[in-house]
């Protein structure tokens, strides 16, 4: 399940890579939702936005969905633009600046979150044994991330991750101190995952709690979710830890797993594992992370030589499912070589 979704924080300079400009993040969660469905050689409706390096991580998703034949779904929990492709579209609306301390709406938080939780309930009363990779396109989403692990009280500074070689952590920290006292100022009450949500999130969290909160709560079912991705996963867990009892953040911690790419846990400016580790102590918990074994140091094409640089790095679930690739029986070298044939499709079609 790929959710989509948009923050005008992805508009501030220098804040993201996910679009070599602010104008050309709006269209980046429709064309990556596109090329997973799509595939490399089909003409999407959207073009992939002009990155500064690198490709889009939903071509490593899409090698891996095509060869293992999984289905996907894509839901638009608030994007800027919608996508050409069959999906389910929530009635949710780009988030506000996290600087402002009202990203969005109340109700609008109520709404996704009810939303989230109705699907997950669902899909675990149907799939009792099954597996859920719950992937995500946000720009501007690490940040979203690391401003709703402060609201709930996080000490996260230098530990989130980002899609550009060195994390913007100075610029990060800035909005999100802005955005937490201007949440302050307007009498939010930060100890509340929901109103947090409100003055600090984006709309694929408020979808994804309410998402993980139903799967967790449905009688009977042994249903499990990957969490492909880094931080932006990391505080959606955060969050519906932060709401649940002990023994439902011990069915979270024992069925719920953190799974990314190599190049978010080996990143020099930024520390995963020590993030869940505190996401963890805080609420009695030890989260499972693990991630995958992919590398394109020996890949033909420049855009994927581009991730062993630093760019990128992670997205549209692509850290889960070349996981599931070699949980699969296959090796990381495989994945590589579909990823540089693919690479040369999508460039030179």
Same mark, same amino acid.
């Given at each position: 399940?790929?959710?989509?979704?948009?923050?005008?924080?992805?508009?501030?300079?220098?804040?993201?890579?996910? %679009?070599?400009?602010?104008?050309?993040?709006?269209?980046?969660?429709?064309?990556?939702?596109?090329?997973?469905?799509? %595939?490399?050689?089909?003409?999407?409706?959207?073009?992939?936005?002009?990155?500064?390096? #690198?490709?889009?991580?939903?071509?490593?998703?899409?090698?891996?969905?095509?060869?293992? &034949?999984?289905?996907?779904?894509?839901?638009?929990?608030?994007?800027?633009?919608?996508? &050409?492709?069959?999906?389910?579209?929530?009635?949710?609306?780009?988030?506000?600046?996290?600087?402002?301390?009202?990203?969005? /709406?109340?109700?609008?938080?109520?709404?996704?979150?009810?939303?989230?939780?109705?699907?997950?309930?669902?899909?675990?009363?149907?799939?009792?044994? &099954?597996?859920?990779?719950?992937?995500?396109?946000?720009? #501007?989403?690490?940040?979203?991330? /690391?401003?709703?692990?402060?609201?709930?009280?996080?000490?996260?500074?230098?530990?989130?991750?980002?899609?550009?070689?060195?994390?913007?952590?100075?610029?990060?920290? &800035?909005?999100?101190?802005? %955005?937490?006292?201007?949440?302050?100022?307007? #009498?939010?009450?930060?100890?509340?995952?929901?109103?947090?949500?409100?003055?600090?999130?984006?709309?694929?969290?408020?979808?994804?709690?309410?998402?993980?909160?139903?799967?967790?709560?449905?009688?009977?079912? /042994?249903?499990?979710?990957?969490?492909? #991705?880094?931080?932006?996963?990391?505080?959606?867990?955060?969050?519906?830890?932060?709401?649940?009892?002990?023994?439902?953040?011990?069915?979270?911690?024992?069925?719920?797993?953190?799974?990314?790419?190599?190049?978010?846990?080996?990143?020099?400016?930024?520390?995963?594992?020590?993030?869940?580790?505190?996401?963890?102590?805080?609420?009695?918990?030890?989260?499972?992370?693990?991630?995958?074994?992919?590398?394109?140091?020996?890949?033909?094409?420049?855009?994927?030589?581009?991730?062993?640089?630093?760019?990128?790095? /992670?997205?549209?679930?692509?850290?889960?499912?070349?996981?599931?690739?070699?949980?699969? %029986?296959?090796?990381?070298?495989?994945?590589?070589?579909?990823?540089?044939?693919?690479?040369?499709?999508?460039?030179?079609?």
């Amino acid at each position: 399940m790929l959710v989509l979704a948009a923050t005008a924080t992805a508009e501030v300079p220098g804040i993201s890579a996910a %679009g070599a400009t602010p104008a050309s993040r709006q269209f980046t969660a429709a064309a990556d939702a596109e090329l997973l469905l799509m %595939g490399p050689a089909a003409k999407c409706p959207h073009g992939l936005p002009p990155l500064m390096a #690198g490709v889009s991580p939903a071509l490593i998703s899409w090698c891996v969905l095509e060869h293992l &034949g999984l289905p996907a779904l894509v839901v638009d929990a608030g994007c800027a633009v919608a996508p &050409g492709i069959p999906h389910i579209r929530l009635g949710g609306s780009p988030a506000r600046c996290l600087s402002s301390g009202r990203a969005m /709406e109340d109700a609008a938080v109520l709404q996704l979150h009810r939303q989230g939780q109705r699907l997950g309930y669902r899909w675990a009363q149907c799939h009792p044994q &099954g597996l859920l990779v719950l992937a995500e396109c946000v720009p #501007g989403g690490t940040s979203t991330a /690391e401003a709703v692990l402060s609201g709930l009280g996080l000490d996260v500074a230098g530990l989130v991750s980002g899609s550009m070689p060195k994390p913007p952590h100075q610029l990060r920290a &800035g909005l999100v101190q802005r %955005g937490i006292a201007a949440a302050i100022a307007r #009498g939010c009450e930060l100890g509340q995952p929901l109103a947090i949500l409100a003055a600090l999130g984006d709309p694929f969290q408020a979808f994804s709690l309410g998402l993980l909160e139903g799967i967790a709560q449905a009688p009977g079912s /042994e249903a499990q979710l990957l969490l492909a #991705g880094g931080s932006q996963m990391a505080a959606v867990l955060a969050l519906a830890l932060a709401r649940a009892a002990l023994p439902l953040r011990q069915v979270m911690a024992q069925r719920f797993a953190v799974v990314t790419t190599a190049w978010v846990m080996q990143e020099a400016c930024s520390e995963l594992a020590e993030l869940l580790i505190r996401v963890g102590a805080s609420y009695g918990v030890e989260p499972l992370l693990a991630h995958s074994n992919l590398h394109f140091d020996n890949c033909k094409q420049q855009a994927l030589r581009d991730y062993e640089l630093g760019f990128v790095k /992670e997205g549209v679930g692509a850290g889960g499912l070349s996981w599931l690739w070699e949980l699969a %029986g296959f090796s990381p070298q495989a994945l590589a070589a579909a990823c540089d044939q693919a690479c040369a499709e999508l460039l030179y079609r």
